[in-house]
């Protein structure tokens, strides 16, 4: 009996050893695998031959400098023709500004990291463009929403438009965009900053999109999916209800007034 208890306490103290033996290693293992992520690689441009790659430099150069050129001229004119000094130019001004940004927040890097040969780009500028990114598609959206409301009342009620698109109204709904705009986007990027990011680190993109992130990311994303889906829809199909809504009612306003022009078919001789 003494033997065999021997002999069963020798077995559990050699495999002792061996645990504490390999702990080191597997704690080390586990950290490596868990260790966060300081930078991302964008594989936009490199996924594509070197010919494509070429092409596309030139592509994205070409649109970003038709873009901004554009715009920048569209802001020129309204700020210098003082005639264009009216709520529909107004919201135009701001449009433009808008499409400026959006499209400087990817495009800038695409090519700094095509003709530098660079594809990294750091967690905290990741993060910095995706925040960019959602506050300016949520400005645009708005803004399109709010020029499709004054074409309605334009259209609609033109006797009242300079009353009701009176000038304090047409800040008070730009600032309101740009308010909500940042919120939505600050919300989003708070999600995402509170994920965490292990040995997978390429995105197959151009920039830093949700997506990709949410697929490289090790740990629960639930909450941030429910996010998208439910604030992040409301944000993007209330502007989309909006001008909906305001291009029926100017189609209905104008087949009306064509009723009221077109004479009775019983009057035509």
């Known amino acids: 009996m003494d033997g065999s208890t021997d002999n069963h306490f020798s077995r559990h103290e050699e495999r002792l050893m061996a645990i504490s033996t390999n702990l080191p290693q597997i704690q080390l293992r586990r950290g490596a695998n868990q260790s966060s992520v300081s930078e991302f690689l964008l594989l936009g441009l490199s996924r594509q031959p070197q010919q494509q790659q070429q092409l596309l430099f030139l592509l994205f150069l070409t649109m970003y400098l038709a873009t901004v050129l554009g715009n920048l001229l569209i802001l020129l004119a309204i700020s210098v023709d003082s005639r264009l000094h009216i709520p529909m130019y107004f919201f135009l001004f701001n449009l433009s500004f808008v499409d400026i940004c959006f499209s400087s927040t990817t495009v800038p890097k695409v090519l700094a990291n095509h003709i530098l ?18 506050e300016f598609a949520d400005m645009d959206n708005f803004l ?10 334009a259209v609609c009620h033109p006797l009242h438009y300079s009353v009701k698109m009176a000038p304090q109204l047409c800040a008070l709904l730009v600032t309101g965009s740009w308010v909500t705009a ?19 680190n390429a995105i197959p993109h151009f920039f830093c999109d949700v997506t990709p ?12 999916e429910v996010v998208i889906l439910t604030e992040g829809a409301l944000i993007m199909i209330t502007p989309f209800v909006c001008i909906l809504a305001s291009y029926v009612l100017i189609t209905c306003a104008v087949e009306r007034e ?12």
């Not at 399109?144 to 009342?153: E, I, Q, S």
């Not at 989003?188 to 040995?199: E, I, N, P, V, W």
């Open 213 to 224: 992130l949410l697929k490289l990311s090790c740990s629960d994303t639930h909450l941030k």
């Open 117 to 134: 040969r660079r594809q990294t780009i750091s967690f905290s500028g990741c993060l910095m463009q995706m925040y960019f990114l959602f």
């Open 258 to 269: 064509n009723r009221k022009l077109d004479p009775p078919k019983a009057m035509i001789v």
């Open 144 to 153: 399109l929403a709010v020029m499709a409301y004054d074409r309605f009342v």
């Open 182 to 200: 940042s919120l939505n986007a600050l919300l989003h990027t708070l999600l995402m900053a509170r994920l965490s990011f292990c040995a997978d």
